[in-house]
């Protein structure tokens, strides 16, 4: 029997155990992939979740791969209209993100298991146990949730998820190389119809990270993304000949989802990151807060286990985190709102970066 199993391995699950084992807690981590992503997803790390990372120790590690300063700049119908430096955080990959944490969490101990799919959860007063898709059983003291925005933990809790989504997608991503394209800005191209194109050299890698309106058929309709299309739609946005986009190893479409969970505990068993919450990805605030979330829960369990704090202290992580997810998802939406408005606006900055927590 374990101390802490968390399921999931993304960066909340990550910060976690690391947190988790730093301070001699024993504890699992399983994940239902069968190995690690090398996908750039969420790309900017705030000032807080740097402080985390300085503690645990990857921060040195992240500072040498990533990049602290990052120019934003815009063109408008082709047009190079404005520059925007921001130095608030670190543009770097999530996977890059990942490896450090793996690394970090390989040194104290701990493996992350791949391939390990949880099935079902009952718990009492004791302790929590676990039943894999393979009919493993692990037991623990406690469960820690942070399985994403489909969390197998919260629908096995029955734990709503109130919110809304649309089911079209919103944009379509994916890490592409551009040969001959310069890597020394943020390259965001829109136009007055409304729609866009932006390629983020990712550091540490010879790729972009692409973001752009869906291509759409003559009735519409979002097509599903592939280089073919991320190449009509730069063509088509950028206007610059001779770029040709290559290797794409992501491709992905992004659907607008504003969710929260109703609570992140059920007894012994917690929620963090997407798997409590989801939010429009303007400000970067959606990693950002689940690397928070994995620091509060982490000093929680941290305190109920080693008797610092009676189990009465497992109350304050919902008490503290619940209101915040709150507050993230009124206030990116409010962004994402500003972000459509200044990609119609010739002139204006956009908010498609790295601000200030």
Not at 53 to 80: C, M, N, P, Q
Not at 172 to 183: I, K, Q
Request: hydrophobic share 40%; charged share 25%; glycine share 12%.
């Amino acid at each position: 029997m374990t101390d802490v199993l968390i399921t999931g391995s993304g960066p909340t699950g990550l910060t976690l155990a690391c947190d988790l084992a730093r301070r001699g807690v024993a504890v699992r981590v399983i994940d239902r992939r069968s190995a690690p992503h090398r996908e750039s997803r969420g790309k900017g790390l705030l000032p807080g979740s740097l402080e985390i990372f300085d503690e645990l120790g990857v921060l040195e590690t992240l500072a040498a791969i990533g990049s602290s300063r990052v120019v934003l700049r815009k063109y408008f119908d082709g047009e190079h209209i404005n520059d925007t430096p921001t130095d608030a955080g670190l543009l770097i990959g999530q996977w890059q993100i990942e490896a450090a944490l793996r690394d970090r969490l390989t040194g104290l101990g701990v493996r992350v298991e791949y391939g390990s799919e949880l099935a079902g959860i009952t718990q009492d007063g004791s302790g929590v146990r676990s039943e894999l898709a393979d009919g493993t059983v692990i037991g623990a003291r406690y469960l820690a949730g942070c399985d994403g925005g489909r969390s197998t933990t919260r629908k096995l809790l029955g734990i709503p998820f109130e919110g809304n989504g649309q089911e079209e997608p919103a944009m379509v991503l994916g890490d592409v190389s551009a040969p001959g394209l310069g890597r020394d800005v943020w390259h965001q191209w829109f136009t007055t119809e409304g729609s866009g194109i932006l390629l983020c050299p990712m550091p540490g890698t010879d790729s972009f990270q692409l973001q752009a309106s869906p291509e759409r058929n003559e009735r519409g309709e979002p097509l599903p993304p592939s280089l073919e299309s991320f190449q009509r739609l730069f063509d088509r946005h950028a206007r610059v000949p001779g770029i040709r986009l290559a290797d794409a190893t992501w491709i992905s479409a992004w659907r607008i989802n504003v969710r929260m969970a109703t609570r992140i505990r059920e007894g012994r068993v917690f929620l963090a990151g997407d798997a409590a919450h989801v939010q429009p990805i303007a400000g970067g605030l959606g990693m950002n807060t689940g690397i928070q979330d994995a620091a509060a829960l982490g000093r929680t369990l941290a305190a109920a286990l080693t008797g610092d704090a009676g189990e009465e202290v497992l109350d304050a992580y919902e008490a503290e985190r619940l209101p915040v997810a709150a507050e993230v998802l009124a206030d990116t939406a409010e962004r994402y709102e500003r972000v459509l408005e200044a990609v119609r606006t010739p002139g204006r900055g956009t908010e498609v970066g790295l601000e200030r927590a």
